[in-house]
């Protein structure tokens, strides 16, 4: 794409022996709608994340499992991968470090450091956490300070990378771009630690077998950093980097607990290999419960999946963004968080769009309606809403979430005030009164229109049902920001199918449900925590069923919607890398159909083959871990663990497709 500036991100690449946490997902989401937001304001942009899949204790997992790394790690990478999926995040680079092209990035990167006389053979003793992956600064015998979980004494022969060299070299580089590193604070940290002077560091080791192999240099592998860091640059053509145009990175975001390596090592590596420096590392805090870190010792871990189910992926990621102001620490609780939900997107954004959306189908026909002419009021409104367009995009290029949703927000709110002044459902049948309600709606359906293409980076599922709830073309991610401006909405556009957006839902019942959820998994040993929910749409899916899933009542015409057939289990198989999940193929009457079912862990494939079950036959085809399944299986969960049972026909012999009502 010529003419295009060209914009690379990336998220960590997060240590695949255990699996996201809220944490993850906050750092990995923010990258998202900055992938989303970078695209509308015209950038051709590269969003990298992936998995760090080597060292210590993944050889120590893998091992307990009683499976070979590599298909361990396999694992691994497919939840993450998964995980990333359900909740939106549209990656363009899913690096894994066990990727080959990653290990010759790496074995690259090494030998040019070690060409430029900045690698040196050695020995090292040390006590090194194996839970951080570190060497830590304590006595034999003393637990980590980071973790303070048991330390080892480590000698061993390895190779040494010359990070003293670069301590004037890096302050220099801090002092000429002082945006490097974000925000003030670990700016200030990283500086005193590199103005405290910095020790040669150990880069490779010799007791690890499960990493990558230092070439001529066996049984060296390089460790960790050396090899964890590189990703973001193997993700993008590695040695061939200038023929993809997408490094030095313009972003790398990151949790505070990684700055020092991202904002000291990693340019280091880069000056000694001769290769250009990222242009910014950001740090974000930490979300705390009950002002704790989360962390798997503490038991006080947040998974994502649970609020997903219950709220849907754009409720999680509006509370992630508007909660916390980027940069600082922010406190997760799932009350904030339906109170949020409720309040903001219920009452708020959804409110806005269904009112303004039945209003019209009522008085203009199910089109935009032709504004008349323009009051005062109208125009406060309109003058409000274009500063809210350039405070926004300001904000967000500032990564200032918070604030931006803060006034979209206050948008929202001066709208439904304006509805409620100017009350257009109180006017007449008259021709003014009429060519008033008119431009009151056309007046609401702008704001709506604005709001929506802001808040996309965001909420990109919902933005895009309001989008095409107002019969905008394409989607909202394809309009571009620098144009949008007040006056557009044209007059006559035909109103696409109304969608009822965030349905309200009882807190405590909510708040019940997603903690239950999450105390399932956290009984799980397995890699797989929680089941998919079936009705998570994908990345931006436009047509996607509404997500929350609130114990409401539903009418006969509701159930009728959903066809459900007898069906027979023709053949049954296991999928590689998904331990849940069986593929079947099924006899429903009118053809057999291929489907997946989260049952593998109860039942023996080979015993399922002629059995009957029900099916519902009428669900959208999707993919689970990479395979089709076009239908569902409908089975009971039983027990504290969810086992699946399949529902079935012991006592009559049904006839195959038969219906079920
Ligand atoms: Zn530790």
């Known amino acids: 794409m010529p003419g295009k500036p060209k914009y690379y991100l990336t998220t960590p690449i997060y240590y695949t022996n255990g699996l996201p946490h809220i944490g993850h997902t906050y750092s990995t989401i923010v990258c998202d709608t900055i992938r989303r937001y970078k695209r509308m304001r015209g950038y051709d942009v590269v969003m990298t994340t992936g998995t760090d899949e080597h060292g210590v204790n993944v050889e120590r997992s893998a091992k307990k499992a009683g499976v070979p790394e590599s298909e361990f790690v396999a694992k691994m990478a497919a939840e993450w991968r998964a995980l990333w999926e359900e909740l939106g995040v549209q990656g ?192 974000h805090g930490w979300l705390l419960m009950d002002s704790a870190k989360m962390s798997k010792s503490l038991g006080n871990v947040v998974r994502p999946r649970p609020i997903v189910h219950v709220l849907g992926m754009d409720a999680l990621r509006y509370y992630l963004l508007r909660e916390t102001v980027f940069g600082q620490d922010g406190n997760f609780s799932y009350e904030a968080l339906v109170q949020r939900y409720n309040s903001d997107l219920a009452n708020g954004l959804g409110n806005l769009a269904s009112r303004a959306a039945a209003m019209m189908e009522k008085n203009s026909g199910g089109k935009i309606p032709q504004p008349a002419a323009f009051q005062p009021q109208d125009t406060v409104l309109a003058t409000r809403a274009q500063e809210v367009i350039g405070e926004v995009l300001e904000q967000y290029d500032q990564l200032g979430f918070s604030l931006a949703l803060e006034e979209i927000w206050s948008l929202i709110a001066a709208t439904d005030k304006y509805l409620t002044t100017e009350h257009p459902w109180s006017l007449t049948d008259s021709e003014a009164d009429q060519q008033r309600r008119a431009t009151i709606l056309w007046t609401t359906a702008e704001v709506l229109r ?16 309001v989008w095409s709830l107002l019969g905008q073309p394409d989607q909202p991610g394809s309009f571009p920001l620098d144009g949008l401006r007040w006056g557009q909405l044209a007059p006559g556009t035909l109103l696409g199918k109304s969608q009822a957006l965030f349905p309200r839902i009882e807190k405590a019942e909510a708040i019940e449900r997603m903690e239950s959820m999450e105390k399932e998994a956290q009984k799980q040993p397995s890699p797989v925590t929680v089941p998919a929910p079936p009705s998570t749409p994908a990345a931006g899916g436009a047509a996607a069923a509404a997500a929350p899933a609130a114990a409401e ?14 069906g027979q289990i023709k053949t049954a198989e296991r999928i590689v890398g998904a331990d849940k999940l069986l ?79």
């Not at 293409?453 to 599922?461: D, N, R």
């Not at 009542?553 to 007898?566: L, S």
């Not at 086992?643 to 026909?649: K, S, Y």
């Open 553 to 566: 009542k539903i009418g006969i015409e509701d159930f009728a919607k959903v066809e459900m057939r007898v």
């Open 450 to 465: 604005i709001v929506t293409a802001l808040t996309y980076p965001v909420l990109p599922e919902s933005a895009t049902r």
């Open 583 to 661: 593929k079947l193929t099924v006899d429903i009457g009118t053809e057999i159909r291929q489907i997946c079912a989260g049952i593998a862990q109860y039942y023996e494939p080979e015993k399922l083959i002629g059995r009957k079950v029900a099916v519902v036959v009428n669900l959208a085809p999707r993919k689970l871990r990479g395979v089709e399944s076009n239908g569902m299986i409908i089975a009971a969960t039983v027990g504290p663990e969810g086992r699946p049972v399949l529902a079935g026909f012991p006592d009559e012999d049904v006839e195959i497709g038969a219906r079920l009502k």
């Open 92 to 283: 363009d680079e899913f690096i894994r470090t066990t990727d080959l092209k990653h290990a010759h990035t790496v074995q690259w990167l090494f030998k040019q450091c070690r060409d430029n006389g900045f690698v040196y053979p050695g020995h090292y003793t040390g006590q090194y956490c194996i839970y951080d992956n570190a060497y830590v600064d304590v006595k034999p015998g003393e637990n980590c300070p980071d973790c303070g979980r048991p330390t080892e004494t480590v000698t061993e022969a390895n190779f040494y990378f010359k990070l003293s060299a670069f301590q004037k070299p890096l302050l220099d580089w801090y002092a000429k771009h002082p945006d490097f590193i974000q925000p003030e604070a670990r700016r200030n940290e990283v500086l005193s630690f590199v103005e405290g002077g910095l020790r040669d560091l150990s880069i490779t080791r010799t007791s690890v077998r499960w990493g990558i192999p230092v070439p001529g240099e066996e049984p060296h592998v390089l460790y960790v950093w050396f090899d964890a860091l590189t990703a973001y640059l193997s993700a993008v053509g590695g040695p061939q980097y200038e023929k993809t145009g997408f490094w030095p990175a313009n972003l790398h975001l990151v949790g505070k607990e990684i700055i020092r390596f991202h904002a000291v090592y990693w340019p280091a590596f880069l000056m000694a290999a001769g290769l250009p420096l990222p242009k910014q590392i950001w740090a």
